[in-house]
């Protein structure tokens, strides 16, 4: 069992910055990626980002390609999402994702374990 704490959400104006940590205990060994996902309102979750653990590849959506970085910390078991430039439209619930086996990052069937979830709100 892995289990995620998200930290890090909350309200922001558009063009603003804020950065979401995810943090993994439990069962980590063998670690081979980690991922971020958000679902707004009436949609379903959508990729933004994913990090490979190992030689630290990356992933992301085009929306927010340029924008969005994605970067881990492997000692203490945490992958970040540092976002600037946020618009409206970013404003979602974001979910970090862990997975032990390759595949595409973008899809969310191949994530073996979920956190909570947390606001991401930005105002115009």
């Known amino acids: 069992q892995v289990h995620l704490v998200e930290s890090g959400g909350g309200l922001v104006q558009a063009g603003g910055s804020l950065r979401l940590s995810c943090a993994a205990s439990?069962?980590?060994?063998?670690?081979?990626?980690m991922g971020w996902f958000r679902q707004a309102p009436g949609s379903g979750r959508e990729f933004v980002a994913a990090?490979?653990?190992?030689?630290?590849?990356?992933d992301y959506a085009d929306s927010v390609k340029g924008r969005f970085t994605i970067s881990r910390d492997n000692a203490k078991k945490t992958v970040y999402l540092q976002m600037n430039s946020l618009k409206p439209e970013d404003t979602a619930v974001y979910y970090c994702?862990?997975?032990?086996?390759?595949?595409?990052?973008?899809?969310?069937?191949?994530?073996?374990?979920w956190g909570q979830g947390t606001q991401v709100t930005v105002s115009s």
């Open positions: 439990g069962r980590t060994f063998g670690t081979y990626a």
């Open positions: 990090c490979n653990w190992s030689g630290g590849t990356t």
């Open positions: 994702a862990y997975r032990y086996y390759s595949g595409p990052y973008s899809y969310t069937s191949k994530y073996d374990y």
